[in-house]
């Protein structure tokens, strides 16, 4: 049986200091509604990625407090979590609700709001995705893992600073037609040396932003699906894990739970990374879109720049990757995962601000932490 | 297709100092594989269920370090929350992943660290459950909420004290017997009447204790399962929400989403509440077990107390309920739902401390918050 794609909607993401944690879900939730020509007593079951509401704003039990304020008691709810891959997670367990025949159509959101403890606070949040043991503990924080990875990639791969910052530059340029963009503004290789060194070698513009947002979409079975205009399936979903620690790794130049996460999702949608049009990886920083590359197998190992060079991954390159702009211009950590597969959904339905010509097949890749968790969703149009 | 049990294990509930949440996690987790006779990688998928590690020890990302500790990468790890009903639900969303055809055999673990944070962190963190818009951030603790209902039940039912007292009596003489409880001691009505007031009319020993612990279980399709030697079934779930706050409800003196679930489950099983031969039922005060006798339909709305005073629910009598002690000899919430549905396993086994005799059908019935969300398992063997 498949399982369709039949309804998407998301907030602007940004810095929502008059809407709350329960607003934005709502209000994703209800777009998403309406562009299926739903509305919310037709979904027999809610599933909500959130990453750490608990510690943003006081709020554990987040799947029952959006289906609370949207109206859906008593349909099923449920919270996934997986640091910034919560998204995903909860797209990937709503998939399996639907395949195990007891759900129909069902809801799957994501949504964080980041902005209200603070920055320093959200810094410290973050870093519960990553080994609160062995990492938090002594001072670590994302740019500072992250960074650790760029380091090692620069030293055994010859990347140099400047070219790292063809990430943030493309993506930057394609977030500028992105209504739902935090950042909407281009920036240049010059911009990106000449921002703050947060930690070295990633510089202000190399990180993801703190953002509030959320995101959601309708998932259904093939009999509901089939019936309407433009639906897009969900034809391969991989997900894997690796150690919290980075220390544990054997190496930190490529992320292993990307690889598995991209190897079941290629096998069992019967593709492999040629047959891709267009993809949205995780670019939390510079680094990890490059990494992406290569983990997802669209790059040789240590070749992932060649593709940022010679423009492959920008609009009009033979495989668009990001083509909302990416984290980059927003990262609401648990809608995160959502809002990718929902700019891989407008893509196949030729509906994207940046549309790719004829795309056909599209990858969406998440990432929880720095790689403890990855999951990988191919999606197609008939 | 069925599900079946074929593995269980659980820490001792209580006071850890020396252990921190992924050493309980991986113990429990090594008991299951040991019982199933079975390694880690025989294991092709993980599923945790925690409410709050993110505010008890400062991590979230929970499924992915428990897989890491316990050696389980890369396989896909989950972990699932609704706050005191992360546990079941985690249980079903693992038992939809065997269904999807995605997994063939699945460790659920629930874990949960409390104590690290000391009683009042605890009881804020708790708070997360509830509605903290509406509820927390005007000063209401779960004790408060509880209270509430039984203030109510007590109005409307005519519910003397001393009869309430009754649940935790019978509990902790139940808990005497189990070996993995923080309490193992029996007490008198009249110790519950002179222990402390905490939020009236709920005293002390009403109250489930703040508890470290973890559990897990090891499911797996019915090819596989069948070969063990007492295989335990899954024979329906249901799972329901309903509102956050308390206020929002149309009346205290019931559950709807425990309603719900139930009624899902016993239509999937095929079975009614006079076919159920014990229970676990969901007693984080005293109030919640009398109010779960009648949203279980094992009592007439108002009439669950007569299961008390005419020791229905006690071992020895009709149907056994909190067999093992229930939540008033431990709750480490993450964990309980697992644990629940460990000592149905144990009794359909013929293996429990507190055996009732010739159990076929077993319920477990798990709540999280104030019943904004609610599970419920129906297990049988052949």
Not at 191 to 218: E, H, W, Y
Request: proline residues 4%; hydrophobic residues 40%.
């Amino acid at each position: 049986m498949r399982v369709g794609i039949i309804g998407i909607g998301q907030t602007k993401m940004g810095e929502h200091w008059s809407k709350s944690l329960r607003d934005l879900s709502t209000e994703a939730g209800a777009m998403a509604l309406k562009s299926a020509g739903m509305t919310a007593s037709d979904i027999d079951g809610l599933f909500i990625g959130n990453m750490s509401a608990g510690r943003f704003v006081g709020q554990e039990h987040l799947a029952a407090l959006a289906a609370d304020h949207a109206g859906m008691t008593p349909i099923p709810a449920t919270r996934c979590e997986a640091a910034c891959a919560s998204g995903s997670l909860a797209f990937r367990k709503a998939y399996f609700a639907i395949l195990s025949g007891h759900h129909k159509i069902v809801m799957v959101g994501g949504s964080e709001k980041m902005t209200d403890i603070g920055a320093t606070g959200s810094v410290g949040t973050l870093m519960g995705a990553g080994d609160q043991e062995w990492e938090s503990s002594i001072g670590l924080t994302f740019p500072g893992l992250y960074a650790l990875m760029a380091q090692a990639y620069m030293e055994r791969y010859g990347l140099q600073r400047d070219e790292l910052s063809l990430v943030p530059v493309k993506n930057h340029a394609h977030g500028v037609k992105n209504p739902y963009a935090q950042f909407r503004f281009p920036i240049s290789v010059q911009d990106v040396a000449a921002s703050p060194l947060v930690a070295d070698p990633l510089r202000l513009l190399d990180c993801s932003p703190i953002t509030d947002g959320a995101a959601a979409i309708i998932l259904a079975t093939e009999d509901v699906a089939k019936h309407f205009e433009k639906p897009v399936w969900v034809a391969g979903s991989g997900q894997a894990s690796d150690t919290l620690a980075l220390h544990d790794r054997e190496e930190l130049c490529r992320l292993r739970a990307s690889e598995k996460a991209a190897q079941m999702a290629y096998i069992q949608a019967g593709v492999g990374p040629e047959n891709i049009d267009v993809a949205e990886v995780h670019d939390c920083f510079s680094i990890a879109e490059i990494i992406a590359y290569e983990d997802l197998g669209f790059a040789k190992r240590g070749k992932g720049k060649q593709m940022l060079l010679n423009k492959d991954t920008s609009m009009g390159g033979s495989m668009p990757v990001n083509t909302d702009g990416g984290l980059k211009v927003g990262h609401p950590v648990g809608a995160t995962g959502i809002k990718q597969l929902i700019e891989i959904t407008r893509q196949l339905r030729g509906e994207a601000p940046n549309q790719v010509k004829d795309a056909k097949i599209g990858l969406a890749h998440n990432v929880g932490g720095s790689g403890a968790t990855a999951l990988v969703h191919i999606l197609r149009r008939d």
